[in-house]
């Protein structure tokens, strides 16, 4: 069992950046690919960001590529996904998730968290 807590929404304007965080239970969080995704009112849950294991592996959706980072840190048990030169249309609930193997971009993960949002004035 792997429980995931996110953190780190808030509001920003458009151009702005935050922080997310998500902190796991478990020992075997090193053994997962942890992914971020995003879901706007009436919009379905969509991928933003995924990385290996070991983090020497990250895949990023085209619409956050070179905005976006992703990254981890085993010993804290935490990944995290910072958001660079937001724009209106990403703000969402932000959740992340996890998964030992398989097709990082799907939402087919085992475990998820509860989500945290992210709000982007113009």
């Known amino acids: 069992q792997v429980q995931l807590i996110e953190s780190g929404g808030g509001l920003v304007q458009a151009g702005g950046s935050l922080r997310l965080s998500c902190a796991a239970s478990?020992?075997?969080?090193?053994?997962?690919?942890m992914g971020w995704f995003r879901q706007a009112p009436g919009k379905e849950r969509d991928f933003v960001a995924a990385?290996?294991?070991?983090?020497?592996?990250?895949w990023y959706a085209d619409s956050v590529k070179g905005r976006f980072t992703i990254s981890r840190d085993n010993a804290k048990n935490t990944v995290y996904l910072e958001l660079n030169s937001l724009k209106p249309d990403d703000a969402a609930v932000y959740y992340c998730?996890?998964?030992?193997?398989?097709?990082?971009?799907?939402?087919?993960?085992?475990?998820w968290g509860q989500g945290t949002q992210v709000t982007v004035s113009s």
């Open positions: 998730a996890a998964v030992p193997k398989g097709d990082v971009s799907t939402t087919l993960y085992d475990y």
């Open positions: 478990g020992r075997t969080f090193p053994r997962y690919i």
């Open positions: 990385i290996s294991w070991s983090g020497g592996i990250t």
